[in-house]
């Protein structure tokens, strides 16, 4: 399937995707198949070293990068209009040239080591490192990345994964976004896409256990600096629907107006407060929302209360009439933002088609939506995904064994 959209911008940009990912991989492939796309981009493509290639496209504005997530493998590709036809030959040498360069896995191989020895000493690492293990429930494949868990890494057995999962376009649907001639692009398609191996459609598998219920509180001591980070995640079922994806950014964008206001301006205890939610299909229908801020550590039961408060507020009360139009208005504005970029187009289509939704709500549909946002919509939507039942709390705070 391919799907062209004509967009104001010269760059053409692609986007492309299949199901299966890692998920298809044993465990005792994983840390393999984790990193076969930097081991794979790392070595070149065909005949050419990745020094050559770069050679190569010395003077060319394209380029295609691949990579391999849990659930499915895609391309990502861009170029200019007069060197389209080169983006497509490198989409092509994606799927027929992967190589292994030993000689650059061993240089990555040496960084990783260096970069490896000294992580468990950083304690923004091995906070990430709980948050991580503790939301996935320890599962074997969330293990942090350590020297030990890369030398279950196989080059060999990478690129072979890699092969596996490019070895046919025929599961995968390409989407190209940009101010391309149709005739050209249908041409290009027929020489670069249409003659590739075709391959067999698969589909992931269920691999992961998904995030712990009820209340979870971490607390870690790392690090002598005199400062806290704290981040609250909730979690929980959601249909993966238009209409929740939408609510969800308005809370998100709702709560980061509140939480600004009253932890950065009114009390002064953190500089940058951030929240972040989002709506994920796979592997199960699910939303993570997260309140993240760094503060001095005797502020962090206070601020914590105070987010919660917050929280209560909205639930119970709901957003004040100022604030919902300070949201209709941020969203507007992001939107406008958004429409004029060809890597939305690229990206949300990919993500529909994907999914099985109609691109066409991505303009006039969402603009609908945002008219039509209520403060009962929002505190319905704070009721649902702030769950003060189903929360997990981490905290980094200073080593007090240590000066």
Same mark, same amino acid.
């Given at each position: 399937l391919s799907l062209v959209v004509q967009a104001v911008t010269g760059v053409a940009l692609m986007s492309a995707y299949a199901d299966g990912g890692t998920s298809l991989a044993p465990d005792s492939d994983y840390m393999s198949a984790t990193l076969a796309s930097q081991i794979v981009a790392i070595s070149g493509l065909g005949t050419f070293n990745r020094v050559d290639l770069g050679k190569k496209l010395a003077g060319k504005a394209a380029g295609v990068s691949a990579s391999i997530g849990d659930a499915a493998e895609s391309l990502s590709g861009r170029a200019s209009p007069k060197d389209l036809e080169t983006m497509f030959q490198l989409i092509h040498l994606e799927?027929?040239?992967? %190589?292994?360069? $030993?000689?650059?896995?061993?240089?990555? !191989?040496?960084?990783?080591?260096?970069?490896?020895?000294? %992580?468990?000493?950083?304690? +923004?690492?091995?906070? =990430?490192? &709980?948050? !991580?293990?503790?939301? =996935?429930?320890?599962?074997?494949?969330?293990?942090?990345?350590?020297? !030990?868990?890369?030398?279950? *890494?196989n080059p060999h057995r990478a690129l072979d994964f890699f092969r596996d999962r490019f070895a046919?376009?025929?599961? /995968? &649907?390409? #989407? /190209?976004?940009?101010? *391309?001639?149709?005739?050209?692009?249908?041409?290009?398609?027929?020489?670069?896409?249409?003659?590739?191996?075709?391959?067999?459609?698969? &589909?992931?598998?269920?691999?992961? %256990?998904?995030?712990?219920?009820?209340?979870? +509180? @971490? *607390?870690?001591?790392k690090g002598v600096e005199p400062k806290a980070n704290t981040v609250i995640m909730f979690t929980g079922p959601a249909r993966y629907t238009p209409q929740n994806r939408f609510d969800m950014r308005a809370l998100s964008d709702l709560f980061q107006i509140e939480v600004d206001r009253t932890l @950065?301006?009114?009390?002064?205890? &953190?500089?940058?407060?951030?929240?972040?939610?989002?709506?994920?299909?796979?592997?199960r229908e699910e939303y993570t929302l997260? #309140?993240?801020?760094?503060?001095?550590?005797?502020?962090?039961?206070?601020?914590?209360? $105070? #987010?919660?408060?917050?929280?209560?507020?909205? @639930?119970? !009360?709901?957003?004040?009439?100022? +604030?919902?139009?300070? *949201? %209709?208005?941020?969203?507007?504005r992001e939107h406008q933002v958004e429409v004029r970029q060809n890597a939305y187009w690229v990206g949300n289509i990919a993500a529909r088609l994907h999914y099985g939704e109609d691109p066409a709500g991505l303009d006039s549909t969402y603009t609908a939506m945002t008219d039509a946002l209520t403060d009962v919509q929002l505190q319905a939507a704070a009721q649902r995904y702030f769950n003060t039942g189903n929360y997990a709390k981490f905290v980094l705070l200073p080593d007090a064994k240590k000066p």
């Open positions: 799927f027929t040239g992967a %190589r292994l360069d $030993t000689a650059a896995f061993q240089a990555f !191989q040496a960084q990783a080591a260096s970069y490896l020895a000294n %992580r468990g000493a950083s304690p +923004d690492e091995v906070f =990430a490192d &709980t948050v !991580q293990v503790t939301m =996935a429930q320890h599962d074997f494949r969330d293990r942090p990345l350590t020297a !030990q868990t890369f030398a279950e *890494v046919g376009a025929g599961g /995968f &649907t390409f #989407v /190209f976004v940009g101010n *391309v001639n149709l005739d050209t692009l249908k041409a290009l398609s027929e020489r670069y896409l249409a003659t590739l191996p075709p391959g067999h459609p698969e &589909t992931w598998r269920m691999v992961s %256990r998904g995030p712990p219920t009820g209340v979870v +509180d @971490r *607390v870690v001591h @950065r301006e009114e009390l002064g205890g &953190t500089y940058s407060p951030g929240v972040n939610g989002g709506n994920a299909k796979v592997p997260v #309140v993240q801020y760094e503060s001095a550590p005797a502020h962090v039961d206070t601020l914590s209360k $105070t #987010v919660f408060a917050l929280i209560d507020s909205l @639930r119970t !009360q709901g957003p004040s009439a100022a +604030d919902l139009e300070k *949201v %209709r208005e941020q969203l507007r």
